[in-house]
């Protein structure tokens, strides 16, 4: 299913941009398995919260409208 490849990927990048320990492993890399679990955490977290936060901007707007940014977020 390519839709499915697509937001995977999409996620995929967003992990790979956001946390460098994620992007190469020969410049940077999590000391211990528990750091990397606390860097996931609280990128998840974020995460989930953004796009919750762009849904509910989606649903108030109408359709055609300005697009959801960052600056709506904060």
Not at 10 to 28: E, K, M, Q, T
């Amino acid at each position: 299913n390519t839709s499915g490849t697509y937001a995977v990927e999409g996620v995929n990048s967003d992990l790979r941009h956001y946390i460098p320990l994620l992007a190469r492993r020969s410049r940077c890399f999590p000391r211990t398995l528990d750091a990397l679990r606390a860097v996931m955490n609280v990128f998840v977290d974020a995460y989930n919260r953004f796009g919750q936060a762009k849904h509910a901007y989606r649903q108030q707007r109408p359709k055609g409208g300005l697009p959801f940014a960052l600056v709506d977020f904060l």
